[in-house]
């Protein structure tokens, strides 16, 4: 007998299948400010992105992107901005924050009081941070349930209308967003049934393991975390096992044959590899890959992400009684 899944889980649940249609209403809501958001690029050719949690993984799977259209871009976590600070003239700063009340975005803007170049991103816009910036916000509203699912979608899909803002060609993005691909992941689960920990990591998709490794953590309340694919070889390899789990992604792009052959020296060393796989080549012998159709930059991130975030929620339903129910932290982290 299965048990029945709990009201937490049952949340999540919604807010990821809700979270295409809102990406693709929050993209086409966020015209007039994105392209506010883009002059003040296009004037300062640089941008520095501040978040915390979730928001921080965002602007890291994103960086690659604003840098690939002559930006230079650079996340940070806010408490770092605020403990050690990058100067802020000649940036265009976005701030990120769900749910627009985090108590490192609420004092650094009144520390700092922000700039013309500052915007937010939120899901609130009755928030403080709706109200300390221009803000593109999301649609739909809050995101109820516990860790980050369709937040992270959203704040994709603001950046998007920036990107396009830009010069960017959002078309592939969009059309994964309008068709989204549901691949099964019962292998992926099968494979780290026995794991202790995950460890995930990418390259051109790095933002994305970071994101889902918090989620891995947040959910299954095991130490999961990420480690870019280089720096995955400088050391920490060492600490693989049959106990330790890894979680890949890959996409069509220079970087795919890095993150194949990495697998492969995972696979040696005992370890399970499940790789999230774009890009369209032949599977990696001993992987479990998680394939959709051959894509690259955000379109591959819509694509591979939601299938990811249904790997993280089966992962910690098979270990935590409670899962999606936080001990320890709260949906808004109001103190610091």
Known sequence: MTSPRSESLLAIDREMARQHADALASFEQNREVAARAAASLKRTGRLLMLGMGGSHAVARAVEPYYRALGIDAVSLPVSEQLASPLPLHGRTIFVTSQSGESAEVVRWFKETGGSADTYALTLEGGSFLGNAA??????????????????????????????????????????????????????ALAALKNVRNV????????????????????????????????????????????????????????????????????????????????SGEAPVPGAVTVAVKPAAGMAATFALLPAAQTLMVAFAAERVENAGTPVRSNKITRSE
Do not use: N, W, Y
Not at 140 to 168: C, D, K, N, P, V
Not at 243 to 265: C, Y
Not at 273 to 278: H, L, N, R, W
């Open 134 to 187: 221009p803000a593109l916000v999301a649609a739909g509203g809050s995101e109820l349930a516990f860790a980050a699912t369709r937040s992270l979608t959203l704040t994709l899909a603001l950046h998007l209308a920036i990107l396009a803002a830009l010069g960017a060609d959002a078309t592939p993005a969009l059309a994964v967003l309008k068709a989204p691909e549901t691949p099964d992941v019962s292998a």
């Open 199 to 278: 460890v995930t990591s990418g390259r051109s998709l790095q933002g994305v393991a970071e994101a889902i490794a918090l989620g891995f953590t947040e959910l299954s309340r095991r130490p999961c975390f990420s480690h870019e694919g280089g720096q995955l070889r400088h050391g920490p390899m060492e600490m693989l096992s049959p106990e330790i789990g890894a979680v890949l992604f890959r996409a069509k792009d220079p970087t795919s044959p890095l993150m194949a052959g990495m697998a492969g020296e995972i696979l040696a060393a005992g370890a399970p590899v499940v790789i999230f796989d774009a």
